[in-house]
């Protein structure tokens, strides 16, 4: 036969115990989120069609490397690039385009606020004229496909 004794501390010793523990709670969550919106950026993404792909996007030629994994060639001297913001509250139209990046399994809204650079490449292989990267921290956080004409839905890499 086993017998239990249990000794409660006082409620001040108590007390302390739950506060101290709240605030290491507090210190983690405020290191993770520090860690997510300043830190780093992924460097491969899963999507449904391609399974994990890289997101390396440091210089021209890794951002046609990432293009290739889609099946897609880009002229890498057509390359023309743009700084954007990625607006702080998506309206309408961004949300439509973060619906598109989910996709490929990217999300802008962790970018909101942020300077990205936007970069179009001429494609060779494809119906559609041009590619668009959105890259941030040498990563791709977006990508489209684009006929460039004004009004034109932006279409998945794949």
Not at 106 to 135: F, H, M, P
Not at 139 to 156: C, F, K, M, S, W
């Amino acid at each position: 036969m086993f017998v239990f004794n249990l000794k409660f501390c006082s409620p001040k010793k108590t007390g302390c115990i739950l506060a101290a523990g709240a605030v290491v709670v507090a210190v983690i969550c405020v290191i993770s989120m520090v860690s997510i919106h300043n830190g780093s950026v992924p460097d491969v993404a899963t999507c449904d069609e391609l399974g994990s792909y890289s997101l390396n996007a440091e210089n021209a030629e890794e951002q046609c490397r990432f293009l290739n994994q889609f099946g897609l060639v880009a002229d890498i001297n057509s390359a023309d690039k743009d700084n954007i913001i990625i607006p702080a509250h998506f309206n309408l139209t961004y949300e439509q385009y973060n619906n598109l990046q989910k996709k490929l399994g990217l999300d802008l809204s962790r970018y909101s606020g942020k300077e990205a650079q936007k970069i179009t490449y001429t494609l060779k292989n494809s119906k559609t004229k041009y590619a668009v990267l959105v890259v941030y921290k040498g990563r791709v956080i977006g990508a489209h496909l684009t006929n460039g004409e004004y009004g034109q839905d932006n279409l998945p890499l794949f």
